[in-house]
Structures are given as structure tokens and as C-alpha cells.
């Protein structure tokens, strides 16, 4: 089994009963394929007489979007094991553990998180998650902090640049968030009725400026080990539980990226609302719990940030007089500056959100698309000269009475 | 000879002897060893006969100075010919011909410049190099640009960033260049009497604030591949040719910082002329002269870099209105931002410059010193709100009158 051919379900029930002081003598083996089939064979082993279960990864060395295929590395399934290995080091509650990884099979064994839901299928059946805030934030300080020349040896940090090095699945990035969207890409995929907004945003030489400054950043500044696509597709959750999952896109980038993602799909969310609650009431309520998550996020990643600054900050420089309040003030505007960058992409380039997409009324969806289009233009318009997290949450609040 | 071990005299001639196609049959060796012994062995070889020559350049396990001794990677040298290489497919005519590298020796076998002199040497001796700013200008638009993500595809880019990964030579410079100068550490050296000016600088809140931040671009933002140490004892110069020698130091980073090392240099033989050119007017002639090159440096430099821009430029984000001048600025801010803190920890720091350092009267040495650290301190401060090489110039001259 050691050259690489995508699993057969059998084999997969193989590979897992190999594998060491896992699965008792006499398991009776349940399996089934949950992948989506376009990136990864997902394969769920479980054993009914001792009811121990884990998940089996493996990359298909293709992508498949809207029809299309493409040829995708392997190599990101030793990114996402590593990333997610180096991940548990910090926060280890706060992704699935993995058990092994098999380069030759680009496969990761890692633990079963069935009980957990998808975040955003949670929040659009209008589920609230009261630890998330200050679960996130943990993950998003541990993880930027420690990988960050801030946290840890400098030297070792270019080591972790040089390992995660991640060509192929940066473009997809580059492209799809920071290129296509503004502008009449083939690639890209909207709703008829925005055509007139869609345009606008074309035709827009101010955000066009931001999004190419934001891009560069993306490009070069190399501050921490991100996770890279932190969406809320990629968070797993119960009541009490948060894990992160699928770092593939993992490599070191801005910061602000990953913050700006969580806080992009909180208001991608918070667009979609308009059609998934009826009650005027219940629906603000939503949105107030949304926005509210949003600023806890921010706050909490703030503060524990700094405390990790204070505590365990490496350099000498990041003492000096006043580096670290415009250090932060920096993460919070390329936050903003993300958030908007990733919201704009979900309605106009090729990759949508369930939270809107799943609208099947055009024109309801149109609504929300335009309230998100509103938000993530304006956060762009907004990062650079932004002071505080409240004018994230006026912005939001403003798109609904355009 | 495939183990690493440093070369004898003998050895080297051998070496040289069994080069391919280089020296004639019958050729009569004349060997001189020609480095200063602390980094590296590096062997003139000559042959008598056809008057053909070449350097053999060996790096050496550990670093000397001021007699402490320390282990140094090999693979500097590997990251040496490989950045001599690749500014070869740039700019052929301004870097050394490298015939072979020899990664088992840590050996680099190039093209022999002993008919050109290093340009600190001939600055300090009072010479004019009326090329000079056409030359390097010509080096930094060309090897910034087409390594960055403006002119090179920017996969192949992120796998350059991964060929030069450099932590061991990186720390140098982040130590002795953006962290020892500003506070009373044991490596750093200057004259007793300017104590009062170095303190002043140790207590100078905004200006270890702008260091902070200097230094995180140096650590973060990978922009282009920097030969990273382009000072004018990097540079091997005649009336007609101009080559960019040494560049161990290369890793991806900030563009200002290869700009701001060019200037800072020409700025402290600025500060020097005050004791190696007695007469009052020819003393400001000169120094005019050094002014006007830097002024030329950058001017040319950007209008090259440019028209790189125009032509070659891959990104389509690149085009985007205002982006071009915005970025432009943003270099110019940088580079006088290195320029100032590569001046200070020539004064205050461990490693010195002739231009300064050979002038033996400590009370004269003092004056320079205090032109180089007035100047230093005052680039650094402007950096960020900095708008045109003329405010560098009228820096240059205040600081004469001070």
C-alpha cells in the first residue's frame, strides 16, 4: 500500500484495523465514504462492538469545482496533518487529534467528530454557540501568537515558513478572493439580479486599491502559520465543543486573515438571515447574538493576544514604548480589510455560502446579497483608517437600512 | 576531496587545475590567499603563462570577529552562488561569473575582479564613480523587481522564498543591526566620546518605536530577494564597470532594505569626508557629488523599476489606479528607514566602516561619527512620513551645520 492510489472503501477498513492500539481484536468494521468527493476521500471507520470510530483523510490529487477538475497537490495533505499537529501543540482541545499520517497515501488518521455539527449548517438552522467567542479567540491567539516572530525563536519561525510553503493551494486564494471577484472573470458566479452591484463594485477604483494593497499583504508578509481558509464550514461544534478542522490552505500569511475570515462568515450569516427567520423580533435578536460574537471575538483575541505578549513575547523591540497598541491596531484594520475581501468573494466569485446560497427565492437572495455585498464593501473601504471593532458592528447594522 | 574540509593552498591549485576548459595544459600556478580569514578562505589562482585567472571562495564553519569566534552554516555559500546565479539571468554584466559551485566544499569557483577596487576603499581615497548610480540603480530595479510577485509568477516566487530560507546570516542582521545598537549590549562598540549622543539614542522612545517596526518588515515582508548586505565593501568598482559581490546574506525581504543599505553607505562616507579631505571645497564638492549620486540612485531606480512595472508586470492588481504610486512611495519610505538604522549600528554597534572607523584621531573620528548618527536618527524618525529623496539630501547638509 505504500504508492499512492485513492482507497477503495475495503482498503480503508484495512488501513484502520493496521493501525496500532486503536481498534480491539474481533471490531466488526462499519464503514462509510462522507467526503464531498471533490478535494478528499473522507472515510468514517467505526467498530459496532466496541463503538471506537476515526476519521480517514486522503487527498485526491485533483479539485473538482462546478464541473471542472484540475490537478491539486498531494502536498497538502502533509500541510493540513502538520499544521493541524502543530495546532494541537497550542490548543490541543480545539482541533481532532490525529492519530498517524501516511505521506506515501497523502492520508491523515485523525478523530472521529461525528457528534459535532458544521458551524454554519448550526447557524443557519438559527443555532446560537454562546462558547464560540471564546473558543475562537483562544485558537486565534494561541495559534498567531506562538507561530508569530512575536512568540517564537525567530530562527525556528523561518524554518516553519520554509515547511509550509503552499504554492498551489495560495492561488486558489490569490485568485478566487483577491483577483476575480473584481473584476468579469470567467470563474466567477452571481446571482443575475446583483448584476447592477456587481458592476459598481468593478467599476470601483477605491476598493479596487484596497483589495490590491490587501493582496500584497497576503503575497509577502509572512507573520504567522495560518489556518488559511477559516470559515465556518471549517469549524466543527457542539454546545460545549469547537474544533477547527482542514487547514490544507495552511502556510504563513497576515494575521488579520484568518480573524478576518471568522468575522467575514459571522456576517455572511447575518446577510443570509434575511430569509431564514420569518419573526422580525426573533430575527434581530439573531443578528444582535451574531454581532455581539463578533465583538467578543475581537475583544477576547485581543486581550489574550497581549496577555501572551506580556508573558511570553521573544524579542526585546516588541517592549518598546507603544509597538504594541499600533500593533494591534494594524491586526484589527487588516482584520477588517479580510473580512470584507472574503465577503465579497462568497457572492460574486466562484465559491459560495450555504448561509445565502441555500436561499432558492432569487430575489429574497438578492437581499442578502446585497446586504453583504454593502458590509464587505464598506469594511475595505473602512480598514486602514478603522479604530475599533464598534465600527465593524455599526456597519453591519447600517447595511440593513440601505 | 568530496568531504568538507578547508583547503590548503596546494589543494586549491589542484582544484583550480581540474576545472574543465578554463586553464591551458602546461599552465604555471600562482596561488595567493586573498580573504581576511574570518568568514571565509578565498584563493587567487593565476597561470603565468596564458595570464588566466580565477577566485576560488570557500566558506569557512564558523564566523570571526574582534576575536570571538562562532559556528556559521555552510549553506551560505550555497545561497551565495545561487543568488549570484540568479542576479546572473538579470543583470549578467554587474555580478561576478560564477564558473562552478561545489556544495561538498562549500565552494564557489568565480570570475577573478582584481582589476576592479572595492568602492569603500576608493571613496575614501577621494575617487568619483560617475557610473556608479546607473549601475546599481540598474541591479536594484532589476533584481527587485523580477523577483517579487510584480514581475516573477508568483508560485515560482513562493518556492524562492523557500530556496532561501536564511535564519543563521538573518540573525546577524536582526541582532546587529535592529536590536544591540539600541540598548547598552556587550557586542556593541563605539568612541568613548560620543557616549553622551549613543545614550541619547538608548533613551529616544520614537525612535526605538520606528526601529520596532523597521524590524518587523525585515522579519516579515517578503518582497523580493535582497542580496542583503549592499554596502560599498560589497561592491567591486572602475571608472567603467561596477560588480555587486557577496550576497550571503540573500533571503526574501524588504526592497528598502538592499535601497536604504546603498544610500547608508554613501552617507557615511559623507559623514567620513570630514577628516579625509582637508580642503574646505573640495571637501563640499565631493561630498555634493555623493549627494547627487544618491539622488540619482534613487531617481533612476524608480524609474526603471517603472517601466519594469509597465512591461513585465504579471499581477493583474498591478494596473490598478494609484496602486503603482502608492507602492512606489511605500519603497522610498522603507528605504530610508534601513538607510537611517543601517548608519546607526555602523557608529554604535559591533561592525565599523573604514570610511569612519580608519579615521585615527578619536576627537575627529567623533565629529564624523556625530554627522553619521545625526543623520541616522533623523531618516529613521522621517521614514514613514517621508515623500522624496530631496528630503534625504537636505538631512545630509542640516546635519553638517548642526
Chains 1, 2 share one sequence.
Not at 482541533?95 to 497523502?106: F, G, I, M, Q, R
Not at 430575527?283 to 489574550?304: C, G, K, P, V
Request: glycine share 6%; with cysteine; hydrophobic share 40%.
Amino acid at each position: 500500500m505504500s504508492q499512492y492510489h485513492a482507497l477503495s472503501e475495503q482498503e480503508a477498513v484495512e488501513y484502520a484495523r493496521n493501525i496500532p492500539n486503536f481498534f480491539p481484536e474481533g471490531a466488526e468494521f462499519v464503514s462509510r465514504e462522507i467526503g464531498d468527493g471533490n478535494l478528499n476521500l473522507v472515510f468514517h471507520i467505526s467498530d459496532k462492538v466496541s463503538g471506537k470510530s476515526l476519521i480517514l483523510k486522503q487527498a485526491l490529487p485533483y479539485a473538482k469545482v462546478v464541473g471542472e477538475s484540475w490537478p491539486l497537490t498531494l502536498d497538502r495533505a502533509r500541510i493540513e496533518s502538520e499544521v493541524l499537529l502543530l495546532e494541537a501543540s497550542l490548543c490541543p482541545e480545539l482541533v481532532p487529534h490525529v492519530y498517524t499520517y501516511d505521506p506515501a497515501l497523502a492520508l491523515t488518521v485523525m478523530e472521529d467528530l461525528s457528534d459535532h455539527t458544521i458551524m454554519r449548517r448550526g447557524l443557519i438552522e438559527g443555532n446560537r454557540y454562546p462558547l464560540f467567542a471564546a473558543h475562537i479567540s483562544h485558537f486565534l491567539a494561541k495559534t498567531l501568537f506562538y507561530t508569530s516572530d512575536l512568540g517564537l525563536n525567530q530562527q525556528e519561525k523561518k524554518l516553519k515558513v520554509q515547511q509550509f510553503i503552499n504554492p498551489e493551494l495560495c492561488k486558489i486564494t490569490e485568485d478566487l478572493i483577491f483577483d476575480h471577484p473584481y473584476w468579469n472573470a470567467e470563474t466567477n458566479n452571481y446571482n443575475p439580479l446583483i448584476r447592477k452591484e456587481v458592476e459598481q463594485i468593478w467599476q470601483n477604483d477605491k476598493l479596487q486599491f484596497e483589495v490590491a494593497v490587501l493582496r500584497e499583504k497576503f503575497l509577502t508578509h509572512a507573520q504567522a502559520l495560518l489556518h488559511g481558509d477559516l470559515h465556518t464550514g471549517s469549524v466543527f461544534i457542539t454546545a460545549r465543543s469547537t474544533k477547527v478542522i482542514d487547514p490544507e490552505f495552511g502556510f504563513y500569511g497576515p494575521m488579520g486573515f484568518d480573524i478576518g475570515a471568522v468575522i467575514a462568515n459571522l456576517l455572511l450569516n447575518y446577510a443570509g438571515q434575511e430569509a431564514w427567520i420569518a419573526d422580525e423580533k426573533a430575527r434581530h435578536d439573531f443578528r444582535e447574538y451574531l454581532l455581539e460574537t463578533i465583538r467578543d471575538i475581537w475583544t477576547l483575541f485581543a486581550e489574550q493576544f497581549q496577555a501572551h505578549w506580556t508573558q511570553d513575547g521573544v524579542d526585546r523591540l516588541s517592549k518598546v514604548a507603544g509597538y504594541r497598541e499600533d500593533y494591534m491596531l494594524r491586526l484589527l484594520q487588516d482584520s477588517i480589510g479580510f473580512a470584507g475581501s472574503k465577503m465579497i468573494r462568497r457572492i460574486i466569485g466562484l465559491a459560495h455560502v450555504a448561509d445565502i446560497q441555500s436561499i432558492l427565492d432569487l430575489e429574497a437572495r438578492a437581499r442578502s446579497e446585497r446586504i453583504a455585498l454593502s458590509i464587505g464593501e464598506s469594511l475595505i473601504l473602512l480598514n486602514r483608517h478603522a479604530h475599533s471593532i464598534e465600527e465593524v458592528i455599526d456597519i453591519a447594522k447600517g447595511a440593513l437600512t440601505e
